[in-house]
């Protein structure tokens, strides 16, 4: 582990379980994370979004894939909200 047993982020030397600590409560900080890939399919995504990182296409993948759950999640709203018939919205426009 980089940086174990030196003086990072802090003076005084630390054990494993407070650098764990440190790392991973400290808001910038993110959790690395060893991932098997598909190397094509990557290198495609990266060429059509013209990212220049690999980090950079996965984590626009990752957050499209999150807008697209959420609005599959709206669209199952569709139809099972109940409208009164009567409201007449155009009538709360009206200057009275």
């Keep these: 582990m980089a940086g174990f047993g030196r003086n990072t982020h802090r003076e005084a030397r630390c054990t494993y379980t407070e650098y764990c600590v440190i790392i991973y409560t400290r808001k910038e900080a993110r959790m690395p994370s060893n991932l098997a890939i ?22 626009l993948a990752l957050q499209e894939f999150v807008r697209r759950r959420k609005q599959e999640e709206i669209i199952g709203l569709f139809g099972t909200i109940e409208y009164d018939a009567t409201y007449d919205y155009k009538d709360l426009r009206k200057d009275k």
């Design 38 to 59: 598909d190397d094509e399919l990557l290198g495609l995504a990266q060429h059509i979004s013209g990212l220049k990182t690999k980090k950079e296409t996965v984590n």
